[in-house]
């Protein structure tokens, strides 16, 4: 144990008490419902419009892309979650394989990502506003939009507020609801007119380019839409078997989704009246695509229909959401980058109390300079992306290092991990210079986080040390910035498409070598005497026949380990 760390064994056993608290409820069909939810939430509402408007027909090739992809990133967090269960996982892997400055710096931007929720809420109030006009205008929340969407939280907050089997039951039903509208949609708009040269009319099957599928994986909404396969690995510590149903649970969500947006973008494609093409795919605009275009089509009653989903769906996706981000912020309070109390679990329910109050703060912080939805989405996203490379990295690390325990559950890991990174940096980099120009530096403020939380909390280990293991995530972050700003998706145009790409993969690939050698490098430091590590060398919080690695016995969770 580390020599200024003399109350690490307390702040152990807190965390193990408090991981110990979580209930073991949830099977593979209320996982899957959580993917599912998590998944389809107000992406299903805009994106095959903003799809369609930024690649046309081709925004089918979009989705299929985007459902391989996350695939990938996937298998990859499946493998860690099937070999280290454990509540909030995805903040805490990244801290075990890569130390205290990757940690905190993926750390701040899921805490920032929170505002992910506060996407969803957005489209609520959109939506919302075809009955209650005062509430969202210009593309933004007006004040009492804002005093509505904050009660929303306050509700979404409510329910969670109790037991993790409440909260499945209750997400079950939701999902049953949101599996069938979508498909109601999907048949009654096809039955009411079928436009047969919608892929050849209009400037062809990709009017603007087949570049243009990139350009709608992120800033057409596909990568959000997509996003959210990973939350039942956040449910894993609450998980009675994790190893078999998290992995089942995870590729079942995305295969449901990616199968309904398809759908979904075919109908709105193929549905589309003649006459609001007149200045092709980039000319339509709706408010609310699916409930007008119903309207457009005399289907009056699928756009009532809709318009009660418009709540229900991401209202749906922001319940699981506001669960998700609970705990998150549980897990950051174990890593030490939120003060301790944030760990605590509320004995009789297993629920993160404490950590679901500040997220309802996080919340409505970020209701307040974000009007749109796509404007939340892409910024927040870029955030959350960063959490899939880091975890690539991390499953990498621990299976290099034989003191490890990670078996290698996912074949052709080693291949898929460092391809799971530079895909993950590609959906960064693709999301585009006009919202990497803010996420970006966003998240490399958590560099000042670090140096605040070293300084009082975690000075065992030499600041030098700490950045030189830290080091290829400032400068992964770096380098995307400056690609971004060199490359063709909103940038100057200095690096023309493909090469743009191409240089992203280049970088991707050599910092993704440079990190496993930095991470396998840190175990074995941290395990030697007086290390200050957090190896996962020990049984963690779900120690038994299904628990894999997770908190270290040497490390101290509320001092940033």
Known sequence: MPQDLPAGEGAI????????????????????????????GSGWLFAAMYAAQTAGPASLLSWVAAGLLCV????????????????????????YASGRLVGTLVGWSVLLSVGGTAAEISAIMQYAGHYLPGIYRGGSLTATGLGVATALSVLLTTLNWFAVRLFARLNNLLSVFKIAVPVVTVVALLASGWHSGRLTDHGGFAPYGYAACLSALAGGGIVYSVNGFQAPLDFSGETRDPRRTVPASVLAGIGLAVLMYLALQVAFLFTMPESLLGHGWQGVDFDSPFGQLALLLNLHWLSALLYADAVVSPGGSAYVGVALDARHTYALAKNGTLPRWFMAVEARSGIPRRALVLNLLVIVVFLLPFGGWQDIVSVMGDMYLLIYAASAVAAAVFLADPDSGTAGWVPGLRWIAPVSFVVAAEFVYWSGWHDLRLALPLVLVGLLVFLGMHRTAMAGRPLAAELRTGAWLVVFLVLLTVLSWLGSFGGSGRLPAPWDSLAVAAAGFAVFFWAVRAGTAWLRESRRPGGGGLAGRDAGPDAGPDAGPGLDSGSDPGSGA
């Not at 073991?24 to 899957?32: C, K, P, Q, S």
Request: hydrophobic share 50%; aromatic share 8%.
């Open 13 to 40: 056993t807190a965390a193990l008490t408090q991981e110990h608290r979580l209930r073991r409820d949830l099977g593979f069909w209320a996982l899957t419902a959580i993917a599912f939810s998590n998944i389809v």
């Open 72 to 95: 990938l990133v996937a298998l990859v967090m499946i493998e860690l979650g099937a070999s280290r269960p454990e509540g909030g996982g995805t903040v805490r892997w990244p801290l």
